[in-house]
């Protein structure tokens, strides 16, 4: 018999069914018969939200009255997913669900599929965001995350008849959205532009307008821990209606004007992922959800004190910024510290210094935020007044270290025409962590050298996690069932660790075909849905073979579209008899940021690739490639259970750590990739002979770099290589067009900047490897479910804990009685 300790809420499902009728009639105002699956889903939502309320207000009233440490999760990024199921889970109402749902006369799907996804964050650093709110929650730990309702989310990806991205807006607004609650009463002005004056002799800012940030509670369940915790999100509202009705009728269009510039505020997601442009309205919004929330904190933290003891505040919460995004709130502290509450600058320091950490997500130089000093200047002047002195501080800090004039110029954090956030955030809080081992070393060793050299303590690293009760449980109930009954309980889901003691189950043949029929069955679903939702013909007897991330160059979708053109034109020449073919359907997801070139160009590229390979009678059956658009988190949750082998290729020393890693090897996928990011761990853990490595190595990358790369020479010696750019730049995937890759083509060829064709080579070879195994399903199966074994280390749950444990140094509230 299996243990299971899942929740489960006394709450009858007659009960469920009753609250559900009785919001349907005196909120929604439709009886039973007259519902369709989205009222009902509101209504569903709308129950749940009440069964969580009073977890809800217990664990703020402990965490405001009792000792614990809260975290208050800094994030313009959170990218949820869909709600109802995840909150069911773990508020432990689904069996109550499923039987209120069907005793109504409704489908559980029809009404789970009206959802609408929110789509508040751009790929990995919002879904591990949102990863966090959720493992924060299970653990029990006090915890809010902050950070932006968008109107518009990440923008809906379609494809047009040539196959290229076309971006259409995700009002997701526009369909009720049972699940945040707007709080009008305890909103926030935050202020801009104007300029600094001084009165009595200290400085005061006189702003030139202002916004209100009204916050959007979401309430985040915790799975079996019974607490439940806050996301907050601003929403930006004109400040002063009123002020409209001493203008007189002549003037009243133009003074509605700034009531629609506050608004822009959270308008909208800006759709650009690890490359950040420094455009006015993003420090807006940037600036907008920080200064709301540090406010808000002390509201929550010293209520009704007009002159709470702030000295504490490090004592009550402690704020992670994720990446630099809201790195502004260190000049924001200290402004209100000082300003706001008549602290001197060196206590202020001391309690911001101790609030802030800072989570750095990239190794790409262009996506470390640096903002023009008078763009900073203009919107928040007094901020700016406070940077320079920040600076100067650390300089002299810096120089009393000993650190040498060059080296400190490096290290400004104010050049005198820029700010550099990364270095202001690094010096402005305690710790600074990357987000895998070999990112957090690179940090070290390159990006943030002279930091580490100077304040080596400062650094650590959390290697990142997902949360398996979103990405097992709710993604693949089937293998959720085996794993439990492998185990004999249940607990796993919040302890991911046990997964251990799958191990020796890979040594049992009937266990491991049990094993092998969930993924078979995962895909024939998958295949169902992809015919529904895209019309496309999966089979589901090939092997599925999938890449799914952003559209990135150092992602290198490139590698793996060149590889399959290299196969396509050695099935179609006979060099590769069709009978020693593996049979495989490639599956990729991406978007592309809208004004990222080359990027939208590949989307392109493999578009009509697919068009040409699935259209051609030669490889009929070998080999299909499709494009599900619009890849998501529902997509994910769909396409991760079904997967047989994982794409994670990104050039070594580019990829801070991935997730999407995480996720396929615990839905028992095998992975080929590079030693990249959280690659590197995954390998050690499931073990060499269980991962497909390939590539250069961070160091051989760093050494073809440092001696002149030139990609030339790889098209030359390779022809198979050279025959798969040929047939690029040849029209072949472009109706016979020469023109419409030549940019990407001539990329390739003359910069290739993340060596894509030195990697070639490498890349081709192992798929033999790959294609050996794939052919003895029971070995495939058995290291498949060795990986599954081995990557509880890769639950959120388990990078919480490193991270109270190395960076906030709290832990859960007291236990419930
Ligand atoms: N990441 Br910077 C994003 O998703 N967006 C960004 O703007 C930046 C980083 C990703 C990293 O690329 C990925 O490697 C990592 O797993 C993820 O953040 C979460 O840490």
């Not at 202002?210 to 509670?217: C, G, I, K, Q």
């Amino acid at each position: 018999m299996s243990e299971i300790t899942a929740p489960k809420s006394p709450v009858t499902a007659e009960q469920f069914a009753d609250e559900i009728r009785e919001q349907l009639k005196y909120a929604q105002g439709v009886t039973v018969e007259q519902a369709t699956p989205a009222d009902v889903y509101v209504a569903a939502a709308v129950a749940v939200r009440h069964h969580l309320m009073d977890s809800w207000m217990q664990t703020q009233h402990d965490m405001v009255n009792g000792t614990t440490k809260a975290v208050g999760y800094l994030s313009a990024e959170f990218l949820m997913g869909k709600q109802l199921r995840n909150a069911l889970l773990n508020a432990g109402l689904t069996e109550q669900y499923n039987a209120a749902i069907e005793s109504l006369g409704f489908n559980l799907q029809d009404v789970v599929d009206t959802e609408y996804e929110p789509g508040l964050g751009n790929g990995g650093l919002g879904r591990l965001a949102a990863c966090f709110i959720d493992s924060l929650a299970s653990l029990g730990v006090p915890a809010f995350g902050y950070g932006i309702q968008y109107k518009y989310g990440i923008f809906k990806q379609e494809f047009d008849k040539d196959g290229k991205q076309v971006e259409t807006p995700d009002y997701w607004l526009a369909n009720e959205e049972p699940w945040g609650h707007i709080d009008y009463n305890r909103s926030q002005k935050v202020s801009f532009g104007g300029k600094v004056v001084k009165e009595g002799g200290k400085k005061v800012w006189k702003p030139a307008w202002s916004v209100r940030a009204v916050p959007v509670d979401y309430m985040v369940p915790g799975y079996a821990s019974g607490r439940v915790n806050t996301l907050r999100l601003w929403s930006a509202k004109a400040e002063d209606e009123f002020d409209l009705l001493t203008f007189n009728r002549s003037e009243y269009l133009s003074a509605v004007k700034p009531q629609v510039k506050a608004e822009n505020i959270s308008k909208i997601l800006y759709p650009e992922d690890s490359t950040k442009e420094g455009k006015q309205l993003r420090l807006e919004q940037q600036y907008f959800f920080v200064s709301a929330s540090l406010h808000d904190a002390i509201r929550v933290f010293y209520p009704g004190e007009s002159k709470p003891d702030l000295t504490t505040l490090p004592d009550k919460i402690v704020f992670q910024l994720n990446d630099t995004h809201p790195v502004i709130g260190i000049p924001e502290l200290m402004r209100i510290l000082i300003d706001e509450y008549g602290y001197d600058w060196d206590t202020a320091w001391s309690i911001t210094n101790k609030t802030f950490n800072y989570t750095c997500h990239t190794l790409l130089p262009e996506a470390l935020e640096v903002w023009p000093a008078d763009l900073i200047g203009e919107l928040l002047p007094r901020h700016l007044e406070i940077i320079e002195k920040i600076n100067e501080q650390f300089e002299a800090e810096l120089k009393a270290k000993g650190v040498g004039a060059v080296t400190i110029k490096d290290m400004a954090i104010y050049t005198g025409d820029s700010v550099r956030m990364a270095y202001l955030a690094t010096y402005g809080g305690s710790h600074v962590n990357g987000v895998a081992e070999l990112h957090s070393q690179l940090l070290k060793d390159v990006t943030l050298k002279n930091f580490s050299d100077v304040y080596p303590d400062k650094f650590t690293n959390v290697t990142n996690g997902v949360t398996p009760r979103r990405f097992i449980k709710l993604a693949n109930p089937r293998l959720s069932d085996l794993i439990t009954e492998g185990l004999g309980t249940d607990k796993w889901l919040s302890d991911l660790e046990l997964l251990k003691g799958l191990e020796p189950l890979a040594a049992d043949d009937e266990f491991v075909r049990k094993f092998a029929a969930v993924k078979q069955a995962n895909k024939v679903d998958f295949a169902n849905y992809a015919k529904r939702e895209y019309g496309f013909d999966l089979d589901p007897d090939t092997m599925f073979n999938t890449m799914v991330k952003r559209l990135h160059e150092y992602k290198r979708q490139a590698l793996k579209i060149l590889a399959l053109i290299a196969r396509y034109a050695d099935i179609k020449s006979g060099k590769l008899s069709a009978d020693d073919v593996m049979p495989r359907t490639v599956i990729f997801g991406a978007k592309a940021a809208p004004g990222y070139y080359l990027a939208k160009m590949t989307i392109q590229l493999i578009n009509n690739v697919a068009r040409v390979v699935n259209n051609d009678p030669d490889v009929k059956g070998k080999l299909n490639v499709y494009f599900p658009w619009n890849y998501n988190v529902r997509l994910a949750q769909h396409l991760i259970p079904a997967t047989d082998l994982d794409e994670q290729i990104s050039q070594a020393g580019k990829e801070a750590s991935g997730t999407g890693n995480m996720k396929f090897a615990l839905n028992g996928a095998m992975t080929v990739g590079t030693l990249d990011g959280a690659n590197v761990e995954i390998r050690e853990r499931v073990g060499a002979e269980n991962f497909f490595l390939f590539g250069m190595t961070v160091d051989e990358v760093d050494k073809l770099y440092a001696d002149g790369y030139g990609p030339r020479k790889y098209y030359e010696a390779d022809p198979r290589l050279k025959a798969a750019i040929d047939m690029v730049a040849d029209g072949t995937f472009s109706n016979g067009n020469k023109d419409t890759y030549a940019p990407l083509v001539s990329d390739w060829l003359s910069k290739d900047w993340f060596m894509t064709l030195a990697d070639f080579h490498a890349y081709t070879a192992i798929q033999s490897e790959i294609e050996a195994l794939y052919a003895q399903p029971l070995e495939w199966n058995r290291k498949a479910l060795i990986n599954v074994a081995n990557s509880g280390y890769f639950s959120s749950d388990r990078s919480i804990s490193d991270y109270l444990e190395r960076i906030w140094h709290t832990g859960p509230l007291p236990a419930l009685a």
